[in-house]
């Protein structure tokens, strides 16, 4: 109950016709620090709620304009008016029927006059404990609520990255060259991820240099190394992330990011790429988001990994077929050049011999 001093001092209303008895109510609880407001109608009582909502109507059953047991009713239909506490007073309307029926149309409490100061009181701070109670235990609920609902948004948050990382593995995994590949995850990532710009690097044959897969403009032609990329190559050597703040995009362009991460594309213990975000949040991804880009960088990676090898196995196949040609070209060489041997050979030898018939 609040005390003698309290920085936070419970309001409560007084409505009663007699201005003395009014008067005389609020002093008593003004002496306890309480905010008072006076009402002398229905009328003002009213207006007193639409500004302001107290923490406890003090309602006198026989007020000049309106029955007090209508007015509690009437305010126990408003929804504004749900946790108000109302108490009812009278001097005069004291049967027990007559209290009965102020419960019945929703008074919290009902005090019979004449009443000593100290015991009002006392009922009125015991039903202000009885409505902090019920306001704490409400504020739980709603905390409560409110957990269970940003949890709920979590795991639906969660679910959706799930699919989405389902739909990236499928894409990826389903596209036939490396570029299809970086394509696909370059879409998806910037539906999952709060990045402004993504962009997919491959490294090139022996390392000489990069080619984008994937970005703001994939046809721009292979970049050779610069410094920038060799420190982010040092960076990613291990598989580690990179991360860091107001930078440049080191392949190229001259906007500054607030953030910028690169996810090594990594398969075999061998850098092949990087997935590259950029964005202009200020704190960067969050673990959650870290982790999706890792694990969408380790599909790519994989696929990248496929790509190469089947261009190497389509590689070897075509060189294993020019050679083929090349065999059976020097076979057929061999073939033509022996039938042109022996046919001249053979030809002279039968000649001579029919010259040697003949002058025979």
Known sequence: MPS?????????????DNPITRISLGEVFRERNYNVIEAGDATECRQALEENVPDLLLLDVQLGDVNGMDLCREFRAD???????????SSSVIESDRQVEGFNVGA???IVRPISDDELLARIEALLRIQRAENALRDSNEALEQKVADRTADLARANLRLQGLHSIDQAILHSLSAKKAAEAARTHVGNLLPAS????WALEGRGDGFIRLAGKDARQKNREFDPPLFELLDRIADGEIFQSTNSKNPFGGET?????????????????????LASTRDEGLQDDELRIGTEVARSLAVTLNLANLFVEVNDERERTR???????????EERRFLSRELHDEIG??????????QSN
Not at 81 to 89: D, E, G, Q, S, Y
């Open 4 to 16: 003698a001093a309290t920085d936070n001092p419970e309001t409560i209303l007084v409505v009663d």
């Open 79 to 89: 929804e504004r008016l749900a946790t108000l506490f109302i108490c009812l007073i």
């Open 108 to 110: 919290d409490s009902y």
């Open 197 to 200: 710009l993504v962009e997919v």
């Open 256 to 276: 500054i990011w607030a953030s910028l991460i690169a996810f090594p594309l990594s398969a075999s213990g061998q850098i092949l790429g990087v997935l590259l």
């Open 322 to 332: 020019t050679l083929s040609r090349r065999v059976l070209d020097i076979q057929e």
């Open 348 to 357: 002279q030898h039968l000649t001579g011999m029919k010259a040697m018939i």
